[in-house]
């Protein structure tokens, strides 16, 4: 069976794609930053802050056929007692574009077996 690692499964087009990777019957991992998910669009969850080279590197522990790097942040969540404008660029920054390069690199290093 093949599997797919989805990272933000918990959003619209996520849980789409997780439905059609599914539906075609392959292993789907989510991967979330909520830790109380539920649906029928993944086979496991995993938790990740997604910030790290190890939370990276935890990715291909699941031994993917194919990563897709779909979470990302928009700046929604800022207004009249919202996150702080500088935090959330910092947070926007890190999911939207440090966090995928450095998954990037991660695959980068794997053997090529596939």
Do not use: C, H
Not at 9 to 31: H, N, Q
Not at 66 to 89: F, M, R
């Amino acid at each position: 069976m093949k599997t797919v690692v989805i990272t933000g499964i918990s959003g619209t087009l996520g849980s789409a794609m997780g439905k059609v990777y599914k539906s075609r019957g392959w292993r789907v991992v989510g991967v979330t930053r909520q830790p109380s998910l539920e649906g029928d669009f993944f086979d496991e969850l995993f938790v990740s802050p997604q910030k790290t080279i190890e939370d990276a590197r935890k990715l291909f522990e699941y031994d993917p056929d194919v990563v897709i790097l779909n979470a990302g942040q928009i700046e929604t969540e800022v207004g009249e007692g919202g996150i702080p404008i500088v935090e959330l660029v910092e947070s926007m920054n890190r999911v939207n574009y440090t966090w995928p390069a450095v998954v990037g690199a991660e695959a980068a290093k794997l053997p090529r077996s596939r």
